[in-house]
């Protein structure tokens, strides 16, 4: 094989483009028996089809250079050779024909350049890239399709990698097709920095394979407008991806935070929820009041302690009913508490005895509470306090106010001495005088007239009369204990009036009865209600002894106070109590009497509860004056204490 044939060897083999991107028709004109298949090549071809295609160009240059020159130096040589065969020279043409179809229609802008001259060619692509004819570009004419704020670098990379023989890959902006070209002259264009805020500048990427030993070089220049879009985008999408990775991590950071915190007050509340349970726990236990928890089924499901029943313990009481520590007289008293416990949900306090280990009887106060879950009463608490000693106290003070109620009785016969005295005198002086003139008369004349008779008469009737007051005086003082009988209020107040009426007839009152018939009989103690009465009606006439502008008139009613209680009412005409002794007027040594002692009416008020009545009092403003009322239950509503 000759050297020709060796050349358009290499040059089929090297330039072989079966399936290699292409357009028909253009360029060097081809034979009608030779086509080349067009596949169209997207710019998003694999970099590596594209470095295959740059390789191919180079190759293909480097042959034809080496033809050149052997034509040249060996003209002769050729001359006198044989020429080449159609054959030869049909793969000639075919391999030329595929060179220039590869450098047309390749997906990518493909130029040669010299670093001495600039560009020396460029393809149509190229020049349908950059917006310019293929001629405009060659030399350094392409630098004016750069954007201007990009053309001074682009020109001095590229000047730096001619004259240093370096390759070179750079990306920069292009012009729009249609802008003008003042650079043409080498004049700075003035309107072009308006080019520069476009956001959708076209973006290109150009890269020269530099072969210092070569005469020419081989660049290729790719639209990357879509791949920086896509860049920008993908940093867009990253920057938002950070910052939503930020915000969650803040929120993160934050929800933990708050998860600490809350973790820190559930350990701070669980702390003090122990120490209020080990707080309320040792409150319980050293109560000294017994405490328990009973169930529906009335057994003893907790207990704090067992100080009455230490023979038991705490594991032989719980599980036991409540009724095996009561005496069996209070159970139906207990079950109706602890049923209107469970079934109406209400607090209940009673009181009821028990027996200790020693047999002795004690008196416990019990208050039953209801223990409620989701709205329904699962259990009770019972607070049991051993009241035993203030109920001895309280019996105590009982005898002790009896004795204080009979030294006020005393004391307010007492004060009723003077008076009692004088009336009895006068009936007893005229008892004896009509005595002693009959005497005279039936000495003188044997005969009975009727005269005789009716000083007779009279002095029986005053004789009765003294006899009475004194039988009632000595009644009141005589000392005993509180008897209940069925009694009428009207009856007693006649009585009182009786007793009262001479020590406020000394004190210029006048007393006025307004009784209410058929009222109830009482269940009560009849001296006890006469010294109430006696301590009102003397209290009424001694407010009305500073009175000179009305009558000092003490009226007493008898009513009904209620459907089952009566009331007796003691109006006087006086001056009123004090503001400042409404609220301590029944407390005991509170008086308005510079004399007094401040017992009358805490006695009276003692006594009308002991029979469990109430003591009230009213001003009165027409006509002015103060009204008590003392009230009572009635026989078949109260049951004797």
Not at 6 to 11: A, F, H, Y
Not at 479 to 485: D, F, G, L, T, V
Request: hydrophobic share 40%; charged share 25%; with cysteine.
């Amino acid at each position: 094989m000759n050297r020709w044939n060796l050349i358009c060897t290499i040059i089929l083999v090297d330039g072989a483009c079966a399936g290699v991107p292409g357009r028909e028709g253009e360029g060097v004109s081809a034979p009608t028996s030779t086509r080349c298949e067009a596949v169209p090549v997207s710019p998003k071809a694999p970099l590596e089809r594209r470095q295959q295609l740059l390789k191919l160009h180079s190759r293909i240059r480097v042959l034809e250079r080496r033809l050149a020159r052997a034509r040249r130096a060996s003209r002769r040589e050729f001359a006198a050779a044989a020429p080449l065969s159609r054959k030869e020279q049909r793969a000639l043409r075919r391999g030329h024909r595929r060179y220039r179809q590869v450098l047309r229609f390749a997906a990518c802008g493909m130029f040669g350049l010299r670093p001495d001259r600039g560009w020396t060619f460029a393809s149509r692509f190229l020049g349908e890239l950059l917006g310019r004819k293929p001629g405009e570009l060659l030399g350094e004419g392409w630098l004016n399709a750069v954007h201007a704020e990009d053309r001074a670098r682009v020109a001095a990379a590229y000047r730096t990698a001619c004259r240093s023989a370096t390759p070179l890959a750079i990306e920069f902006r292009i012009r729009p097709a249609r802008d003008a070209d003042p650079l043409a002259t080498g004049a700075a264009d003035p309107h072009e920095a308006g080019d520069a805020a476009a956001s959708e500048a076209r973006w290109v990427s150009l890269q020269i394979a530099a072969q210092p030993h070569r005469r020419e070089w081989l660049g290729i220049v790719e639209e990357i407008t879509q791949h920086k879009r896509n860049a920008r985008e993908l940093r867009r999408f990253q920057l938002e991806f950070e910052s939503r990775v930020n915000d969650r991590t803040l929120l993160l950071m934050r929800a933990n935070q708050i998860l600490q915190e809350q973790i820190f007050e559930r350990r701070r509340a669980v702390d003090l929820l122990e120490e209020s349970e080990e707080r309320w726990r040792s409150l319980v236990q050293n109560a000294a009041d017994t405490i328990l928890h009973v169930n529906r089924d009335r057994t003893i499901g907790f207990i704090n302690h067992t100080h009455l029943r230490p023979d038991l313990g705490r594991a032989g009481v719980i599980g036991q009913s409540v009724f095996a520590f009561i005496f069996p007289e209070y159970h139906a008293q207990v079950e109706r508490d602890l049923d209107r416990v469970f079934e109406h949900g209400e607090t209940v306090t009673n009181e009821v005895e028990a027996p200790t280990v020693q047999g002795e009887r004690r008196w416990f106060q019990c208050q039953i509470s209801p223990i409620e879950r989701s709205g329904r009463v699962t259990g009770a608490t019972v607070v049991c306090r051993d009241i035993t000693e203030f109920k001895r106290a309280a019996e105590q003070l009982r005898q002790t106010q009896e004795r204080l109620i009979h030294l006020a009785r005393v004391t307010s016969v007492g004060e009723m001495a003077a008076a009692v005295a004088h009336e009895l005198n006068q009936p007893l002086a005229a008892v004896a005088n009509y005595v002693r003139g009959c005497m005279l008369r039936l000495e003188a004349d044997q005969r009975v007239g009727p005269e005789i008779l009716h000083a007779l008469q009279e002095a029986v009737d005053e004789a009765h009369r003294a006899s009475e007051v004194i039988r009632r005086l000595r009644q009141f003082l005589q000392r005993h204990e509180r008897q209940c009988e069925r009694i009428s209020l009207n009856n007693v107040v006649q009585d009182a009036v009786r007793l009262a009426e001479p020590a406020c007839r000394r004190l210029g009152a006048s007393l006025v009865l307004q009784l209410e018939d058929e009222l109830p009989m009482l269940l009560a103690d009849r001296v006890q209600l006469i010294q109430v009465l006696l301590n009102l009606l003397l209290n009424a006439a001694e407010a009305m002894s500073q009175v000179t502008d009305a009558p000092r008139l003490v009226t007493i009613e008898t009513l009904t106070d209620g459907p089952h209680a009566v009331a007796v009412a003691v109006r006087d005409r006086g001056l009123g109590v004090p503001p400042e002794l409404g609220q301590t007027i029944f407390h005991a040594f509170v008086t308005t009497k510079p004399e007094g002692l401040g017992m009358g009416l805490s006695i009276s008020r003692t006594i009308v509860e002991a029979h469990g009545g109430t003591l009230r009092f009213e001003q009165v403003t027409t006509p002015r004056g103060t009204r008590f009322v003392a009230a009572f239950p009635t026989e078949h509503k109260r049951t004797p204490t």
